[in-house]
């Protein structure tokens, strides 16, 4: 049923969630930590919804480790652990993130405390803008900047960003949340020298299949089919295909699925003014007079 799959995906995501927030990462690289956050969903049970992203400092969003990455976490990083669940299709989408200097508590405390005020207020009716709202009193109230060009998301059935927009500050327009439909809230948070968006970068490291079409080249295709049957539209990464294909291969046939415009490359995020960024969020189906944030721990 639906909405025991959400909340199964959703305890499982916080789970780890919180095991990853329990943990000292700094000496470890990233590839650890993405393998064996996805190792810890998996075990639980569930799928993963997306290739863990870890991104580091000024990366915003959107870096997962490639096969064998040696980034090594440092005792000054602000590292954003952002994971995802699925069972049956029905995703949770939540991040954490983890800093063991406390110069930076505050920017971490700020993303938290942002979406705590966003979830005291999603309720059936509560209009998208004034979750953007509360985000941007909270932070603004702290001194810091949210990432305007970053958003929450409609979820729907293996698709993580399903058309709506949660922004992360008050703007024109927008819907109002629906009774038992699934959203993420992710407040992402910067310093006050900040430029307060992202822009891309050049590595692309997160992968999603696009359309099916055929490429003319039979191992390209037999990898679509692969990966369709796997994660669906879902995104991957390099990593994960790793059991069919040896790296150089992997990146070869990768690189003419994109290039033939079957598969999307995701750039990572970069925070404009190269300031740190921390992030936090929660997937929630409002019901009732309020929601069920489905990863509460
Ligand atoms: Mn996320
Ligand atoms: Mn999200």
């Known amino acids: 049923m639906q909405l025991e799959d959400y909340l199964k995906a959703g305890r499982i995501a916080a789970e780890v969630r919180e095991m990853v927030r ?12 993405c393998e064996e956050v996805e190792t810890e969903i998996r075990r639980r049970g569930a799928l993963c919804a997306f290739p863990v992203n870890a ?9 997962t480790a490639e096969p064998g990455d040696q980034t090594v976490i440092g005792e000054s ?8 669940a699925h069972v049956n299709g029905h995703i949770a989408d939540t991040a954490v993130t983890v800093c063991y200097d406390p ?3 505050g920017l971490v405390q700020a993303a938290e405390e942002a979406l705590a005020a966003a979830m005291s207020i999603a309720r059936p009716g509560t209009k998208a803008r004034e979750i953007g709202r509360a985000i941007e009193t909270s932070v603004k109230g702290r001194g810091f900047k ?53 822009r891309n970068g050049k590595t692309r490291n997160i992968f999603a299949i696009r ?10 295709d037999r990898m679509l089919d692969v990966i369709w049957e796997r994660y ?20 070869r046939l990768l690189d003419i699925l994109v290039s033939k415009k079957a598969v999307q490359a995701y750039p990572v995020l970069l925070e404009a003014e190269g300031e740190r ?21």
Request: glycine letters at 12%; charged letters at 20%; one cysteine or more.
């Open 277 to 297: 960024v921390a992030q936090a969020e929660h997937t929630f189906i409002p019901a009732g007079d309020g929601a069920t944030v489905t990863t509460r721990a």
């Open 232 to 251: 669906n539209m879902l995104p991957f990464a390099r990593r994960w295909l790793l059991d069919q294909w040896d790296e150089g291969e992997a990146g």
């Open 55 to 63: 991104s580091i400092n000024e990366v915003a969003a959107h870096y």
């Open 146 to 198: 949210p990432i305007v060009n970053l958003s929450g998301h409609s979820l729907d059935r293996y698709t993580i960003h399903a058309g709506k927009t949660i922004p992360n500050v008050w703007s024109i327009g927008g819907f109002s949340l629906s009774e038992g439909s699934a959203y993420a809230c992710e407040p992402f948070v910067t310093t006050g020298k900040g430029g307060g968006f992202v």
């Open 211 to 220: 359309t099916r079409k055929r490429t003319k080249d039979a191992e390209a």
């Open 22 to 33: 329990g943990r000292d990462w700094t000496g470890r690289t990233a590839y650890e930590l």
């Open 103 to 105: 110069v930076y508590d």
């Open 77 to 84: 990083d602000l590292v954003k652990v952002d994971l995802g």
